[in-house]
């Protein structure tokens, strides 16, 4: 018998309010590392002038090369709503420390304030930068900055996100 799926206590709070670290008005130029750039001048091509890029769109063999060891590929189920891991790129377990690849975001212990984001960046069907502590892998002494950008279907709904994670400096260490 499968273990039950973990109550995740952002549905409440991210179906009705906003999360805690997630910046949806951002310049181009604001985003650092320089593969962050990248990756959004790579989904805004994608997108023209609709809403959301197309899911065919999501290939790693046309992405930035500069962001691939940085990206996870999260599928997203629409009923019951989850988020499933597709690909985590080479840096990112790294410094992790564990590969998600293959998981329910719900079943990963520490999720709940990511998921509230995800959430929200379904709903609204925008891009965000969002700040944080490492709360779910083996390095949780680790800060990272991630861009998040939604791929989707011609219905207009949310079936990919594409994450790129730039980990920081632990404080008081300079940035190289």
């Known amino acids: 018998m499968p273990a039950p799926r973990p109550e995740v206590g ?3 709070e ?16 604001a985003l650092s590392p320089s593969y962050l750039q990248a990756a959004y001048d790579f989904w805004c091509e994608a997108r023209g002038s609709d809403a959301l890029a197309p899911v065919e769109a999501l290939d790693p063999t046309r992405l930035p090369l500069a962001c691939l060891p940085y990206l996870g590929v999260v599928e997203v189920e629409p009923d019951p709503l989850r988020f499933r891991s597709r690909l985590t790129g080479t840096r990112v377990v790294e410094a992790l420390g564990v590969d998600h690849t293959g998981c ?7 999720m709940a304030p ?41 219905a207009g709904d949310v079936r990919r996100l594409l994450f790129v994670f730039a980990f920081l400096p632990p404080p008081g260490e300079q940035r190289a």
Do not use: C
């Open 104 to 110: 329910y975001l719900d079943e990963i212990p520490g």
């Open 10 to 12: 952002s549905r409440k």
């Open 114 to 154: 990511q998921i509230a984001r995800i959430e929200w960046g379904v709903r609204e069907r925008r891009p965000y930068l969002a700040e944080s502590a490492v709360t779910f892998a083996p390095h949780d002494f680790r800060r990272y900055r991630t861009l998040t950008l939604s791929f989707g279907g011609e």
């Open 14 to 29: 991210g179906m009705t309010g906003r999360p805690d670290n997630l910046q949806d008005q951002f310049s181009r130029e």
